[in-house]
């Protein structure tokens, strides 16, 4: 019902930056949120930056003052800007919005299939 599909990870250096995008796209009725969270192999997913459809921001402490987030509603595509990366910013990021698919009456997560992001020392 709705695809979220991820663009720019890859491998950077210490130091160095990065922008992800993700485009929503198929059945879509509202989009509520989008944002953007990671994950390292055996831990918890964990939030990097959301925003609503108002341009409402929320960021984890960890990534305050380095990363950007943004949001075109009208392309439905959320964008984070991540500067002075640091090794331990090293996961895989995952697209997410919470979205109202078309003909259906509540709001769900969705996610993207993520993408990997490496910080060299």
């Known amino acids: 019902q709705v695809q979220l599909v991820e663009s720019g990870g890859g491998l950077v250096q210490s130091g160095g930056s990065l922008r992800l995008s993700c485009a929503a796209s198929?059945?879509?009725?509202?989009?509520?949120?989008m944002g953007w969270f990671r994950q390292a192999p055996d831990n918890q997913r964990e939030l990097v930056a959301t925003?609503?459809?108002?341009?409402?921001?929320d960021y984890a402490d960890s990534v305050k003052g380095r990363f950007t987030i943004s949001r075109d509603n009208a392309k439905n595509t959320v964008y984070v800007q991540m500067n002075s990366l640091k090794p331990e910013d090293t996961d895989v990021y995952y697209c997410?919005?919470?979205?109202?698919?078309?003909?259906?009456?509540?709001?769900?997560?969705?996610w993207g299939q993520g993408t990997q992001v490496t910080v060299s020392s």
């Open positions: 997410w919005c919470i979205a109202q698919a078309m003909g259906t009456m509540t709001s769900r997560n969705y």
């Open positions: 198929g059945s879509i009725l509202r989009i509520r949120a």
């Open positions: 925003i609503t459809s108002g341009g409402i921001t």
